[in-house]
């Protein structure tokens, strides 16, 4: 993996994450949190995605749609745990 990739997946992490965090209130982790969040959401959002044939299109603006519906998924995984634990 290059530096040119890392930084894309960071900045594509970034926004799902950020923007997951905007939608799902309640539920953020901060700056760095919502980066990791974005980055998990992307494999979770291109696995879901592709098990119900959807597709979200190419390139930067898909991948961050794709991104952004993982994270708002595990986001609210994250905080239906969150609720059972109190």
């Known amino acids: 993996m290059d530096m040119q990739t890392l930084l894309v997946i960071l900045i594509v992490g970034a926004i799902a994450g950020w923007l997951a965090g905007m939608v799902v209130k309640g ?4 700056l760095l949190g919502n980066i ?5 959401g992307a494999f979770v959002g291109g696995w879901l995605l592709a098990r119900l ?3 979200v ?3 930067i603006v898909g991948a961050i749609i794709g991104a952004f519906i993982g994270a708002v998924v595990v986001l609210l995984i ?3 745990f969150r609720r059972g634990a109190r």
Do not use: D, R, T
């Not at 539920?27 to 901060?30: C, N, P």
């Not at 990791?36 to 998990?40: F, K, R, W």
């Open 57 to 59: 299109g190419g390139g």
């Open 36 to 40: 990791v969040i974005g980055i998990i």
């Open 27 to 30: 539920f953020g982790f901060g």
């Open 53 to 55: 044939g959807v597709s």
């Open 78 to 80: 994250i905080g239906l």
